[in-house]
């Protein structure tokens, strides 16, 4: 999730509030109050929540959990911050395969020519590393929600667009989302969608969401302000499949004979 912990989006909107209230406070001062006038209760605060913005995402959260399986293919850049301070911009091609509630699969191909494989059958998550020879397998009994909780509190382990891969998406979003606008029509490849920006905790983000009853992600850009260098992650999204059938060996890890099992980093 956009949950890194920082309050630095926080302190920005407690301090916008903070604006506010000060520019209130000026613009009444030294206003004589009438005699015999009921005291005024402070204006409601605006919400920083857009319903639009808010009925998307609700919906690309329904879709998606409503989804018994889905699959599809992530073209990703994000920014590389070396010790120098340079960022370099990185891209991975993600395939993902999800059969809800417990089972997960992917490939990630990276533009060095490595790849990484993953596979989760509700018990056991095991990621290959082929280019190396080695695996490593994590106990993680459950379902799929619970796995992506258990790589971000214990493990030093990313799962390929882990945001979208909850059951419900707007759900484990919402206690960390601060602000939420809906900025209209965008077009891309003659796709007309619809596109939301969203402030949560430690990371600024937008969504680009096809218009109508499917809502599916078409493209996604987080931008990690509270990091050193607020390095961006964007993914473009394609191949999309929902409630089609996906073989059951697809989620069975196939690890040949002689490959280094090395133990996860937490």
């Known amino acids: 999730m956009l949950t890194a912990d920082t309050s630095t989006l926080r302190l920005r909107h407690l301090s916008l509030a903070g604006?506010?209230?000060a520019a209130v406070g000026l613009s009444s001062a030294g206003a004589p109050a009438q005699e015999g006038s009921e005291?005024?209760?402070?204006?409601?605060?605006?919400?920083?929540?857009?319903?639009?913005?808010?009925?998307?995402?609700?919906?690309?959260?329904?879709?998606?959990?409503?989804?018994?399986?889905?699959?599809?293919?992530?073209v990703s850049f994000f920014d590389e911050v070396r010790e120098s301070g340079i960022q370099i911009k990185r891209f991975i091609v993600h395939d993902v395969q999800v059969d809800r509630p417990g089972r997960l699969a992917f490939t990630?191909?990276?533009?060095?020519?490595?790849?990484?494989?993953?596979?989760?059958?509700?018990?056991?998550?095991?990621?290959?590393?082929?280019?190396?020879?080695?695996?490593?397998?994590?106990?993680?009994?459950?379902?799929?929600?619970?796995?992506?909780?258990?790589m971000q509190q214990d493990y030093d382990l990313n799962l390929p667009l882990a945001d979208i891969l909850y059951s419900d998406v707007y759900a484990a979003q919402e206690p960390y989302l601060l602000s939420a606008l809906h900025l209209g029509e965008r077009i891309l490849e003659d796709q007309r969608l619809d596109?939301?920006?969203?402030?949560?905790?430690?990371?600024?983000?937008?969504?680009?969401?096809?218009?109508?009853?499917?809502?599916?992600?078409?493209?996604?850009?987080?931008?990690?302000?509270?990091?050193?260098?607020?390095?961006?992650?964007?993914?473009?999204?394609?191949?999309?499949?929902?409630?089609?059938?996906?073989?059951?060996?697809?989620?069975?890890?196939?690890?040949?004979?002689?490959?280094?099992?090395?133990?996860?980093v937490r």
Do not use: C, K
């Not at 209760?41 to 929540?49: N, Q, W």
């Not at 690309?60 to 293919?73: E, I, K, N, P, Y």
């Open 108 to 150: 990630s191909t990276f533009d060095d020519g490595t790849v990484r494989q993953g596979w989760y059958d509700g018990e056991t998550l095991t990621v290959a590393m082929p280019d190396a020879d080695r695996y490593m397998r994590i106990e993680a009994p459950g379902d799929i929600d619970a796995l992506l909780d258990l």
């Open 39 to 74: 005291p005024q209760a402070p204006p409601e605060e605006a919400s920083l929540i857009d319903p639009r913005a808010e009925e998307r995402l609700r919906a690309v959260s329904d879709l998606l959990a409503g989804a018994d399986t889905l699959t599809f293919r992530a």
């Open 195 to 264: 596109h939301l920006s969203m402030e949560s905790t430690g990371a600024d983000w937008q969504l680009w969401l096809e218009q109508g009853e499917r809502p599916l992600p078409r493209r996604m850009v987080i931008e990690f302000v509270a990091a050193e260098g607020q390095p961006e992650y964007m993914a473009t999204f394609a191949s999309w499949t929902l409630n089609e059938p996906i073989d059951p060996a697809t989620f069975t890890a196939e690890i040949p004979e002689g490959w280094e099992q090395v133990e996860p």
């Open 19 to 21: 604006l506010v209230a």
